[in-house]
C-alpha cells in the first residue's frame, strides 16, 4: 500500500487553510491532515496511514526537512559573502586607513586588515553551521511516548523501530539518531545558535559599511547602479540598503535563538507548549539568517572601496592618531611608562593649543634628547606603524582558503 499513500501525497490535493484551522482545535496540524489523507485512498491504504507515528514524528523530521531545504542556500550565500571579503582582503592588504576604537580615532590600521576580520568571522560562523547541521537534522520517529512499540510486533522488545527509523532517515538523508529526542531538544537549539551566530558574523561588516559609508567618513560605498540606495524625496541620497537589511534580519536573530533555547526545557515525554512554541520560531530563524546571508552577499560583492579617500581621511586626523607610535619610539630610551606619560602630556597640549603632536613633542627636553627631529618625523609617519597587519590578512587568507 505505500505506493497508493505516496501517490496521494500531493500538496495540490490538501486545502492548507482548513488544515490550519482545524489544526488549531487539535494542538496540531497533523491529526486533520492524516484524516484527509486516509479520505483520498481506498480502505486497506487508509488503515496504514500514519502508523507507529506520533504528530511530532510528522513534525519534527518535516522541521529538519525543511532546515535542511534552507541551510543549503543560507551557506551558499554565507560563502559568497566570505569569497568576497577574501577578494577585498587581498585586494587592499596594504591599503591604509584610519582605526577607529569606541568610534573614535584610533591608530593607521589597512582595510584588508578589516575584511580580514569580516573573512574570518564569517567563515568560522559558517563552518560551525554546517558542523551543526551534519548532526542536527534527524529523523524522528519513535511513536505516542519515545518506545516505537507500535512499529515492534506486539509491542515487545524487538529492534524492528530502530531499524524502521534508520530506513526512514537514509531515505530521507538525514542523521538517524540512537533514541528519539521528543524531548531533547539540543538539535533544535543547536540549529539556532549557529544561525544566530552566522546572522552575527553578516552583521559586523554591514555595521562597518553602514559607518564607513556617511557622507563625512565616504570610505566605502555599496552597489554599482545608479538605482541602488535611493531615496524617494532626496535624490542625491545613496543610502546603504543591503547593510541595512543584513543589520534588520541579523537584529532578531538572537530573540528567536533564545525563544527556542528557552523551549529546551519539556515536560516528561511530550512538551505541553514548549514544543509548539518552536514551530514560527524556527522558520522565522531560518528567514532571517537566510536573508542576511544573501543582502550581506550582495553588500560585499559590489562594495565600492575608497582607498585615496581612506588615505585622505588618515592624514586629516593628524599625527594624533600616532601617539602609540610615538610611545614606541621613546620608550626604548625612556621606558615605558615615562615615554607614555610624557607623550599623553604633549597630545593634550596639542589639542589645547592647536598644534601638532610633532611640536609639542619637540618643545619637551626629554624627546629632543632621545630622538632627533628626523628621527621623531619617521616615527609618525602612519605607513610605519601598521604592525602585523599584513602578516595578520595572509594568515586569514591561508587558513580560509584550504576550507573554501
Given at each position: 500500500?505505500?505506493?497508493?499513500?505516496?501517490?496521494?501525497?500531493?500538496?495540490?490535493?490538501?486545502?492548507?487553510?482548513?488544515?490550519?484551522?482545524?489544526?488549531?482545535?487539535?494542538?496540531?496540524?497533523?491529526?486533520?491532515?492524516?484524516?484527509?489523507?486516509?479520505?483520498l485512498?481506498?480502505e486497506?491504504?487508509?488503515?496504514e496511514?500514519?502508523?507507529?507515528?506520533?504528530?511530532?514524528?510528522?513534525?519534527?523530521?518535516?522541521?529538519?526537512?525543511?532546515?535542511?531545504?534552507?541551510l543549503?542556500p543560507?551557506?551558499?550565500?554565507?560563502?559568497?559573502a566570505?569569497?568576497?571579503?577574501?577578494?577585498?582582503?587581498?585586494?587592499?592588504?596594504?591599503?591604509?586607513?584610519?582605526?577607529?576604537?569606541?568610534?573614535?580615532?584610533?591608530?593607521?590600521?589597512t582595510?584588508?586588515?578589516?575584511a580580514?576580520?569580516?573573512?574570518a568571522?564569517?567563515?568560522?560562523?559558517?563552518?560551525?553551521?554546517?558542523a551543526?547541521?551534519?548532526?542536527?537534522?534527524?529523523?524522528?520517529?519513535?511513536g505516542a511516548a519515545?518506545?516505537?512499540?507500535?512499529l515492534?510486533?506486539?509491542?515487545?522488545?524487538?529492534e524492528?523501530?530502530?531499524?524502521?527509523?534508520?530506513?526512514?532517515?537514509?531515505e530521507?538523508d538525514?542523521a538517524?539518531p540512537?533514541?528519539?529526542?521528543?524531548t531533547?531538544?539540543g538539535?533544535?537549539?543547536s540549529?539556532?545558535?549557529s544561525?544566530?551566530?552566522?546572522a552575527?558574523?553578516?552583521?559586523?561588516?554591514a555595521r562597518?559599511?553602514t559607518l564607513?559609508?556617511?557622507?563625512?567618513v565616504?570610505?566605502?560605498?555599496e552597489?554599482a547602479?545608479?538605482?541602488?540606495g535611493g531615496?524617494?524625496?532626496?535624490?542625491?541620497?545613496r543610502?546603504?540598503?543591503?547593510?541595512?537589511?543584513?543589520l534588520?534580519c541579523?537584529?532578531?536573530?538572537p530573540?528567536?535563538?533564545m525563544?527556542?533555547?528557552?523551549?529546551?526545557?519539556?515536560?516528561?515525554e511530550?512538551a505541553?507548549?514548549a514544543?509548539?512554541?518552536?514551530?514560527?520560531?524556527?522558520?522565522?530563524?531560518?528567514?532571517?539568517?537566510?536573508?542576511?546571508?544573501a543582502?550581506?552577499?550582495?553588500?560585499?560583492?559590489?562594495?565600492?572601496?575608497?582607498?585615496?579617500?581612506?588615505?585622505?581621511n588618515?592624514r586629516?586626523?593628524?599625527?594624533?592618531?600616532?601617539a602609540?607610535?610615538?610611545?614606541?619610539?621613546?620608550?626604548e630610551?625612556?621606558?615605558?611608562?615615562?615615554?607614555?606619560?610624557?607623550?599623553?602630556?604633549?597630545?593634550?597640549?596639542?589639542?589645547?593649543?592647536?598644534?601638532?603632536?610633532?611640536e609639542?613633542?619637540?618643545?619637551?627636553?626629554e624627546?629632543?634628547?632621545a630622538?632627533?627631529?628626523?628621527?621623531l618625523?619617521?616615527?609618525?609617519?602612519?605607513?610605519?606603524y601598521?604592525g602585523?597587519?599584513?602578516?595578520?590578512?595572509?594568515?586569514?587568507?591561508?587558513?580560509?582558503?584550504?576550507?573554501?
Amino acid at each position: 500500500v505505500a505506493a497508493a499513500i505516496a501517490g496521494a501525497c500531493k500538496a495540490e490535493r490538501f486545502d492548507l487553510a482548513a488544515l490550519g484551522a482545524q489544526g488549531a482545535r487539535t494542538g496540531n496540524p497533523v491529526m486533520p491532515m492524516v484524516r484527509a489523507l486516509r479520505a483520498l485512498l481506498p480502505e486497506r491504504a487508509a488503515a496504514e496511514v500514519h502508523r507507529g507515528a506520533t504528530s511530532q514524528d510528522v513534525l519534527d523530521t518535516a522541521a529538519m526537512l525543511l532546515a535542511k531545504r534552507a541551510l543549503g542556500p543560507i551557506a551558499a550565500d554565507a560563502a559568497g559573502a566570505a569569497i568576497a571579503c577574501a577578494q577585498l582582503a587581498e585586494r587592499h592588504r596594504d591599503t591604509p586607513m584610519l582605526g577607529r576604537t569606541l568610534l573614535q580615532q584610533a591608530l593607521p590600521v589597512t582595510f584588508g586588515l578589516k575584511a580580514a576580520g569580516w573573512l574570518a568571522g564569517i567563515a568560522s560562523a559558517r563552518a560551525g553551521l554546517l558542523a551543526s547541521a551534519e548532526w542536527a537534522l534527524a529523523v524522528q520517529l519513535g511513536g505516542a511516548a519515545g518506545t516505537a512499540a507500535a512499529l515492534t510486533p506486539r509491542g515487545g522488545c524487538g529492534e524492528e523501530g530502530p531499524a524502521i527509523a534508520a530506513g526512514v532517515a537514509r531515505e530521507l538523508d538525514l542523521a538517524a539518531p540512537a533514541l528519539p529526542w521528543h524531548t531533547e531538544r539540543g538539535r533544535v537549539a543547536s540549529i539556532a545558535s549557529s544561525l544566530s551566530l552566522l546572522a552575527g558574523a553578516l552583521a559586523k561588516p554591514a555595521r562597518d559599511v553602514t559607518l564607513l559609508a556617511q557622507d563625512e567618513v565616504a570610505e566605502v560605498r555599496e552597489g554599482a547602479r545608479e538605482e541602488d540606495g535611493g531615496s524617494s524625496t532626496m535624490p542625491h541620497k545613496r543610502n546603504p540598503v543591503a547593510a541595512v537589511a543584513v543589520l534588520a534580519c541579523a537584529g532578531r536573530a538572537p530573540g528567536l535563538a533564545m525563544t527556542l533555547h528557552a523551549a529546551m526545557v519539556q515536560e516528561h515525554e511530550r512538551a505541553a507548549g514548549a514544543w509548539q512554541g518552536e514551530w514560527e520560531t524556527l522558520c522565522d530563524l531560518l528567514r532571517v539568517a537566510g536573508s542576511a546571508a544573501a543582502a550581506a552577499r550582495e553588500m560585499l560583492e559590489g562594495l565600492q572601496v575608497d582607498g585615496e579617500r581612506m588615505r585622505a581621511n588618515l592624514r586629516a586626523a593628524g599625527d594624533l592618531a600616532m601617539a602609540e607610535a610615538a610611545v614606541s619610539a621613546l620608550a626604548e630610551h625612556l621606558g615605558w611608562w615615562p615615554a607614555q606619560e610624557l607623550v599623553q602630556a604633549a597630545a593634550r597640549r596639542a589639542r589645547e593649543e592647536g598644534v601638532t603632536l610633532r611640536e609639542a613633542l619637540l618643545r619637551a627636553p626629554e624627546v629632543s634628547a632621545a630622538l632627533s627631529p628626523g628621527e621623531l618625523e619617521a616615527a609618525l609617519q602612519p605607513e610605519s606603524y601598521l604592525g602585523a597587519a599584513r602578516a595578520f590578512v595572509d594568515r586569514a587568507l591561508a587558513e580560509y582558503r584550504p576550507a573554501g
